[in-house]
């Protein structure tokens, strides 16, 4: 079965961007609340279909988020809800991890994002309303980025352009940021309500989605940010993450606490194209893979991780 | 929008404050993207002039007295949403007269160039009749004088009330025992002296009775308006009480319905997220963990805010949260601790550990080619095999295999649960060789960059065969990091389009 149980809650499943049967999961004890927190590192069995742990690191407490360096194929970078951001090198055993350790947000780290352009920097995005970019090889951050009024959930590099991001944040605006400029570029106020999550489209550069707690997710184009694109109904409930797909224009992936995972197209009348329930508990996690595809992951509170191809059952063995 | 970038004037090309580590790559980047995609950068950025009808309205929105006695960045952030830019929202900052920089300066405010808004406020603060001794402002006497000069009139008739009083009492009595003595004293009789003595005492004695009377009378009465009060406290408390019952029984009767409902199959779910208490609950920044970081302090700024969110949806229900979720959170706000925690070291054994060397050289992504990837036939591992319907995301599947049991799908689309019938997707095929899957897959970016190191020398593009050099130089000596993967990127994107075309 393509479904890997762990100890833990799921929190985030990362693919890794060189090797294709490669993925890391970030789990929380006791839903993150209150406890310990997981990494794991699995592989895909290339035999059958199956899902086997590689190496796990145990952190002191929930692990938010996990992301790739796009530099380096073992090192991954986890966000921990102690507000410290840890690197981790999966080439070296668990009593020699984490080879570095950042304590520098003042609340949860609940996001961390790899540039994938420039491939020498990432970004974390904190409750403390602030976002801060780091280098791998130095001490401190570089920058910290503070204009939210209220939690920062998610920070995303943008796909073409090295130094502009977004982000997404409770205070129910999407912020456009540029390194190089003081502050932010553009404020959208995207929702009504808080806003928990954004990605970027990989083929049209100006063009990104938002999810939020009012159940919908939107689609945005900078050039005319007065209005969406696109507004996608169709979840239950808030939705937690979405994703534009590395193969497809047009394709988006989403996950929501009404414990479905969501394929849209947004340039379609009907724009829900598929949908996936397999979890039975809310579906927090969701990536695609950029080395195969149509190879989909998600991951909830119900302690799973699957994975599967679009189009397949992600519980069919 | 094309008009859009044409009317972007050069001046906003980047970079003007040069990122500290990038100015290379800067350069780099405008070299080899060219003019066109440095027009596009400034598309992240605001360019529509500033509307003034807008400007209008967050002036009148800041200069309302409530919200100037609220924190500048929530004010900054309620103009944020309502879609006001940067610049507009410094502009009307600036406009807007008095910003007061804490919110105790309202009463020192009043001493401004307006005269609106002191007298409104003014005639709010004022108690009732002011004490005589007060002093008003000059600039605001002439404003008041009839006022003051109604209340003074009040209170000297009342003082010549009471001195007239006072003078009848006791003034009078005194001139009239004055006036008997004179009269008396050819009688010289020391006992009418005495007389008025004791008549004055007796007056005392009357008026001082009268008025602990008074006083008596007073207490009387403020001592059964104390008793009225408490008996309402009571009937008020035992109200409470009884609200605080009739609550407690709602809060189980929805439980149960909350219950009942997770259980049951076939009710038509039209859930929808109350925005309040599911922000509270879900993210949990306000409950989680009372000793983190030492920010107890935001802890209840925190409560509050999840507790004072913008107006919440129209029908509201709460997403319905594992019962072990509602159990841990019971727990945690009862003060108590989860038992599964563990004590963990999670510091980095060695801080200095070096950074390892990276194996392979980072692949170039889809999109980078510009336009999406083409369809490939289904070979390799299971996970890299498709669906020959793919294309159609195969709703239909999951539908049909789901037991229905949590299917709100399938009463919407029950043409899709018709095409599955007809159609059964195939059984993947199975893998005959599976090391020599993995053995195409895995190794292939390295021994192609062997390859090619090897095949350099006969190689036609010297430039390709440089860049190539370049790369695995990278990659063996570990990464510098910064400087070198800038200047190189350019050179390996391109040359990963050929690793990257073959590897496909």
Known sequence: MPMFKAPFNGYSVKFSPFYESRLAVATAQNFGILGNGRIHVLELSPGGPGVTESIAFDTADAVYDVCWSESHDSVLIAAIGDGSVKIYDTALPPPSNPIRSFQEHAREVHSVDYNPTRRDSFLTASWDDTMKLWAMDRPASIRTFKEHAYCVYQAVWNPKHGDIFASASGDCTLRIWDVREPGSTMIIPAHDFEILSCDWNKYDDCVLATSSVDKTIKVWDVRSYRAPLAVLNGHGYAVRKVKFSPHRRNLIASCSYDMTVCLWDYMVEDALVGRYDHHTEFAVGIDMSVLVEGLMASTGWDELVYVWQQGMDPRAS | ?504
């Open chain 2, 1 to 504: 929008m094309a008009t859009h970038q044409q009317t972007q004037p050069p001046s906003d090309f980047p970079p003007s404050p040069p990122h500290e580590n990038s100015s290379i790559s800067e350069a780099a980047n405008e070299v080899q993207q060219g003019s066109e995609t440095a027009k596009l950068e400034s598309v992240f950025k605001n360019s529509e002039p500033i509307r003034e009808d807008q400007i209008q309205n967050a002036i009148k929105f800041l200069s309302h007295p409530r919200v100037r006695g609220s924190p500048v960045i929530h004010r900054r952030s309620f103009l944020e949403r309502k879609g006001l830019t940067k610049e507009e929202i410094d502009e009307a900052f600036r406009r807007v007269p008095d910003p007061p920089p804490s919110p105790q300066t309202t009463v020192t405010s009043q001493e401004a160039v307006s005269n609106v808004q002191p007298q409104g406020q003014m005639q709010a603060m004022q108690p009732a009749p002011p004490p005589v001794v007060m002093i008003p402002p000059p600039s605001l006497l002439s404003r008041f004088r009839w006022y003051h000069a109604l209340l003074a009139v009040g209170v000297l008739a009342a003082s010549g009330a009471g001195t007239a009083v006072f003078v009848k009492r006791s003034l009078i009595p005194r001139l009239k025992s004055w006036v008997r003595k004179i009269m008396s004293e050819e009688e010289s009789d020391p006992l009418e002296k005495a007389d008025a003595k004791p008549g004055l005492a007796e007056e005392a004695v009357a008026a001082a009775k009268a008025a602990s009377a008074a006083a008596s009378d007073v207490a009387r009465v403020s001592q059964e308006m104390m008793k009225a009060k408490s008996e309402e406290r009571k009937n008020f408390e035992e109200l409470m009480q009884l609200l605080g019952v009739q609550v407690q029984e709602m809060k189980s009767l929805s439980n149960n319905i909350r219950y009942l409902e997770r259980n049951s199959n076939n009710l038509p779910k039209v859930y929808s997220a109350n925005q309040e208490v599911y922000s509270g609950l879900a993210k949990t920044p306000a409950e989680r963990r009372p000793y983190a970081n030492g920010s107890n302090v935001d802890y209840d700024t925190r409560s509050a805010r999840s507790t004072s969110p913008p107006a919440p949806p129209a029908d509201s229900s709460q997403p319905p949260h594992p019962k072990s979720y509602m159990d841990i959170m019971s727990m945690i706000q009862r003060g108590e601790k989860p038992s599964n925690i563990r004590e963990i070291n999670d510091m980095p054994p060695n801080p200095n550990q070096q950074l390892p060397n990276p194996r392979i050289a980072p692949k170039a992504k889809p999109w980078d080619y510009g336009q999406p990837p083409q369809d490939e036939s289904s070979n390799g591992p299971w996970w890299q095999q498709k669906n020959p319907r793919s294309a159609d995301f195969g709703y239909e599947t999951t539908t049909a295999r789901s037991i229905g049991i949590r299917n709100e799908t399938s009463t919407t689309e029950p043409a899709a649960i018709q095409k599955q019938r007809s159609w059964v997707p195939p059984q993947p095929p199975p893998v005959v060789m599976p090391e020599a899957a993995e053995a195409i897959r895995r190794p292939k970016p390295q021994a192609k960059i062997d390859q090619e190191v090897v095949a350099a020398a006969s190689d036609d593009q010297p430039g390709v065969s440089d860049e190539l050099q370049k790369v695995t130089k990278f990659s063996e000596s570990g990464g510098d990091g910064s400087g070198r993967l800038e200047i190189t990127e350019i050179q390996e994107e391109s040359q990963h389009q050929h690793i990257g075309q073959e590897g496909n």
